[in-house]
């Protein structure tokens, strides 16, 4: 006979995959409010984890339990990453919520004017450099922008390695 209830590292872990985007809202808004999307996704991350690690420490379980419920929150770890990154930078959505939010059809150069809340293309590319350089992919050197000899450069090969392998490089 099948016993569909799970064990503790299971429950524990399908209980906080419900907690996760619970969290980011918490952590969206009012007293506890991150305001980077970044940080407050790993601080939501980092709490869900926390909490399981000390959940499993309470109790005693069976080494296979623990690592499926690891594998669980893992998976609805990554899930929520790609779910999180669309809505918070994703660029195609970013420029589809903009062309919603006009009642007419409006040119190209309109459209960028709204994505950009008004500014320029080249703010929106400003921003985009800020990131790399933040990041340690990108540094300016004067008036031009070069890529980091180690992290830029290994980040941009392992792209590359995986566009080919996944056929995204034509």
Same mark, same amino acid.
């Given at each position: @006979? $099948? ?16 907690? &996760?985007?619970?969290?980011?809202? $918490? &952590?969206?808004?009012?007293? +506890?409010? !991150? $305001? ?12 869900? +984890?926390?909490?399981?690690? !000390? ?24 899930? @929520? ?5 669309? $809505? ?6 970013? @420029? ?16 960028? @004017? ?17 990131? &790399? !350089? ?29 566009? !080919? ?6």
């Amino acid at each position: @006979m $099948i016993n569909f209830v799970p064990t503790w590292p299971v429950a524990i872990s399908l209980l906080l995959i419900s907690f &996760l985007p619970l969290l980011l809202v $918490i &952590l969206s808004h009012g007293p +506890w409010k !991150v $305001i980077q999307p970044g940080k407050r996704f790993f601080v939501a991350v980092l709490t869900t +984890w926390v909490i399981w690690a !000390v959940a499993i420490t309470l109790g005693s379980a069976p080494v296979i339990d623990v690592v499926t419920g690891a594998l669980l929150l893992a998976a609805a770890t990554l899930a @929520m990453f790609t779910f999180w990154t669309l $809505i918070a930078w994703g660029f195609t959505i970013s @420029m589809l919520l903009a062309l919603s939010r006009t009642s007419q059809p409006i040119s190209l150069e309109e459209w960028i @004017m709204a994505y950009t809340n008004g500014k320029p293309l080249a703010a929106f590319s400003k921003d985009r450099i800020s990131l &790399l !350089v933040k990041l340690g992919l990108a540094n300016h050197e004067g008036n031009e922008l070069v890529i980091t000899s180690y992290w830029g450069r290994r980040v941009a090969c392992l792209t590359n390695l995986f566009r !080919v392998l996944f056929g995204v490089l034509k």
